[in-house]
């Protein structure tokens, strides 16, 4: 009997009150056609009714795949949790579930994604569910928010608990009854390979933990081959786990991408193709975070300015000196900017989504290169949260599985809000001070613990356009300022808690501020020993 069915049919299958996951990364790997028909069939017969939703990394953005969209709708959700949510520009009309949570409507909840991958995966094997330190002293802390998003977010997803004589998060496993999931091909036995798709993402473990429940699986792919045509080694998710295929024929490969060869890493691209980032202010932050890396390192990336320190690498002769490892699976190769984020051309591999957040939670790489929206006066950083504007960030995804016991974060950010900088002759000129100060008492949202790091012993560095920091058991310690920078007015002033201004402090060097490459040279990082070795 043939899997492959329409849209409009594969929606119809979804019973009311269902537990749905589903597999995307913004518009990378989002079955756009099938949340769509779902939520069309709701406009016209009131069914489904009631989903509970899991999308370990955002479905959709506010950028062209409207994802999650389709489906944010008073009476088809009932409860949305998510490792991220759609964001955009602050001017832009907030997504409709961003709309649905601020009024609500729905029960949601922001759990990080390794998290929620990790949910799914106790759910397949039937264990009872997840028990973790990541997300200690943070928003998903029940002593905190408990990864609660509003306040018809009632019912608890995560307790604390104390087991061998320590305190550790405990995460009930969630079975869900169907799950959607999208690849390229699917054969006629609903073997699915993934050779258009940037990333595999989380799409096997999410069909297990359907399967192994009594649930069904739907695979929206973009053609199907004949069975037995498929390269068993190219198969992702076997068809046992397929019950229904969905052909779109026009799924794009990610947001205003329909196909690129290089993203799927089919081709490489010649390095001289890739934008080197203009010079401006954020282009002296990143070059700054790039002093931070060792050769030979892993490093991860997060979106914002960090994300073009490979850029930086690039333009200094330098690419490959740092492997870069991403939550959406790439690693090596380039990581890609914009509406590609999540994404990379000329990789070494892709790894499953999974995989990759189990080698972050413990700490396999070496360094993160993150953003902030708000520093305090303990060193926690918000990057989840902002109240008066809350589509402007994604939730935190992978931001706290990432963090928990990174050895080292390199946290990048304007010192603070809207002001006029200019950069003249090797020196940074405030021609206007920010009104929104970014280093606070307390943040709104505790995405990552300064508490925490201080206590695992953590190298935390801050860098922003006008000063470097370091966190230390004391405080926030100002080790480098900017030229042209007066401490007293441009820094200290600026901070709503006193900063620990170091005896040695330094200048930054004045290459940063001009145009011309930097020379850039990275220490050769040491060779590791075994832990608790005799060399350690």
């Known amino acids: ?50 989903l509970t939703t899991l999308h370990p990394i955002a479905a959709g953005d506010m950028s062209g795949i409207k994802g999650v969209d389709h489906i944010a709708k008073k009476g088809l959700l009932k409860k949305v949790i998510g490792g991220s949510y759609p964001s955009g520009p602050s001017s832009a009309e907030p997504p409709l579930i961003w709309q649905m949570i601020g009024a609500n409507e729905v029960a949601a ?35 905190r928010e408990g ?31 169907v799950a959607i999931i ?49 390269k068993p080694h190219d198969v992702r998710v076997p068809g046992v786990l397929v019950d229904y295929i969905v052909v779109d024929t026009e799924q794009k490969q990610t947001t205003q991408t329909l196909y690129d060869p290089a993203i799927s890493g089919e081709i490489f691209r010649p390095l001289d193709s890739f934008r080197l980032p203009e010079f401006n202010i954020q282009k002296v932050i990143a070059r700054r975070v790039a002093q931070e890396l060792e050769a030979g390192s892993a490093v991860n990336l997060g979106f914002g300015i960090s994300a073009n320190v490979p850029r930086i690498l690039l333009e200094e002769g330098l690419h490959g000196a740092v492997t870069w490892v991403i939550e959406q699976g790439a690693v090596g190769g380039v990581p890609l900017l914009d509406f590609a984020f999540g994404c990379a051309s000329n990789a070494d591999a892709f790894m499953p989504s999974p995989h990759q957040f189990t080698y972050f939670q413990g700490a396999g790489f070496d360094a993160s290169l993150l953003s902030f929206l708000e520093i305090d006066r303990s060193g926690s950083v918000n990057v989840s949260k902002l109240s008066f504007r809350p589509h402007v960030t994604a939730g935190a995804g992978g931001f706290v599985d990432i963090t928990a016991r990174a050895r080292k974060i390199v946290f990048s950010g304007m010192f603070n809000a809207g002001a006029r900088l200019a950069v003249v002759d090797g020196r940074l000129v405030i021609e206007k001070e920010g009104k929104l100060r970014k280093l606070v008492n307390e943040v ?19 860098v922003t356009e006008r000063c470097v920091m370091k966190l ?3 405080g926030i310690m100002l080790t480098e300022i900017a030229p042209g920078i007066d401490l007293q007015t441009h820094i200290l002033d600026q901070s709503e808690f006193p900063l620990i201004v170091s005896d040695g402090l330094k200048v930054m060097e004045a290459g940063l501020f001009r145009e011309a490459p930097i020379g850039l040279t990275l220490p050769v990082k040491p060779r590791r020993a075994i832990a608790g070795g005799a060399d350690d």
């Open 1 to 50: 009997m043939s899997k492959h069915i329409s849209a409009d049919e594969a929606a119809a299958l979804i019973p009311d009150g269902a537990v749905v996951s589903v597999s995307s990364s913004s518009g990378l790997g989002c079955p756009d056609l099938m949340l769509k028909a779902i939520g069309e069939r709701f406009d016209a017969t009131g069914h489904p009714r009631d």
């Open 109 to 143: 909840y922001n759990i990080p994604s390794g998290i929620l991958f990790d949910m799914h995966r106790e759910a397949a094997a039937k264990r009872p569910g997840v028990i973790t330190k990541v997300g200690l002293d943070t928003f998903v802390d029940p002593s």
């Open 147 to 177: 990864c609660a998003m509003n306040a018809s977010a009632a019912d608890p997803v995560v307790k604390k608990i104390s087991f061998d004589g320590e305190d550790w998060l405990y995460f009930k496993a969630i079975a869900p009854q």
């Open 182 to 230: 999208r690849a390229t091909t699917a054969d006629e036995r609903g073997n699915l390979t993934y050779e258009h798709e940037g990333a595999y993402l989380g799409g096997l473990d999410q069909a297990l933990a359907a399967r192994n429940n009594g649930g069904i699986v739907i695979a929206q792919v973009k053609r199907i081959a004949k069975e037995g045509s498929l």
């Open 444 to 462: 709104e949202h505790v995405t990552f613990s300064g508490r925490r790091a201080i206590a695992q012993g953590q190298d935390i560095t801050y």
């Open 472 to 474: 230390t058991p004391e």
